[in-house]
Nanobody, 113 residues
Framework: QVQFVESGGGLVQPGGSLRLSCAAS????????MGWYRQSPGKQRELVAT???????NYVDSVKGRFTISRDNAKNMVYLQMNFLKLEDTAVYYC???????WGQGTQVTVSS
């Protein structure tokens, strides 16, 4: 079955960096776009970044210039490099194959001084 396992979250100060990783399995990874989403307490889950099979990327405006999504088709991995983190980036981050309906457990990112 389709599965995603996220890792790399943690506690970081404002302005700091984190790199999230996601291991995907259960489907032919290279044939699908992938995305990172996040959810803060009391808020709806929002799409943060996507990467197409071609490698083209899209970002929500609030993270443009700070976050970079990438993929390694040989390893079935998706990454999210997050730089210049802000307090409002605090959330649980999830990776998924859009429209798959499958979600991992997520990884908590907390930005706090």
């Amino acid at each position: 079955q389709v599965q995603f396992v996220e890792s790399g979250g943690g506690l970081v100060q404002p302005g700091g960096s984190l790199r999230l990783s996601c291991a995907a399995s259960g489907f032919t990874f290279r044939n699908y776009a992938m995305g990172w989403y996040r959810q803060s307490p009391g808020k709806q889950r929002e799409l943060v970044a996507t990467i197409a099979t071609s490698g083209s990327t899209n970002y929500v405006d609030s993270v443009k210039g700070r976050f970079t999504i990438s993929r390694d088709n040989a390893k079935n991995m998706v990454y999210l490099q997050m730089n210049f983190l802000k307090l409002e980036d605090t959330a649980v981050y999830y990776c998924t194959r859009p429209y798959s309906g499958s979600w991992g457990q997520g990884t908590q990112v907390t930005v706090s001084s």
